[in-house]
């Protein structure tokens, strides 16, 4: 199963950008589509974005439409989340998914800390 390590959380005012990474290692990153979802205090997680294998379809949460990104790079192993815009409410950890297009079993990263305040 897929090992995901996901970077480039930090702090950051209001109307900020941020680009997160989801480096992959023990699978071939064109055998998943991938995702992220983010929890922000006491929350349920939610989906933010998702992309398919081959980067031909990408999906994004109404409310970050315009400002969130997705991407990937197949032959680097690694998914992005260039954010843009940034408001306070987008705080939040932010997690990078995995489902394995063959089995559907999903990997999740360890989370990486999204803070928007002036």
């Known amino acids: 199963q897929v090992q995901l390590v996901e970077s480039g959380g930090g702090l950051v005012q209001p109307g900020g950008s941020l680009r997160l990474s989801c480096a992959a290692s023990g699978g071939t990153l064109s055998r998943y589509a991938m995702g992220w979802f983010r929890q922000a205090p006491g929350k349920v997680r939610e989906f933010v974005a998702a992309?398919?294998?081959?980067?031909?379809?990408?999906y994004v949460k109404d409310s970050v439409r315009g400002r969130f990104t997705i991407s990937r790079d197949n032959a680097k192993n690694t998914v992005y989340l260039q954010m843009d815009s940034l408001k306070p409410e987008d705080t939040a950890i932010y997690y990078c998914n995995a489902q394995e297009i063959a089995t559907r079993l999903i990997s999740w990263g360890q989370g990486t800390q999204v803070t928007v305040s002036s």
């Open positions: 992309i398919s294998n081959n980067s031909d379809t990408t």
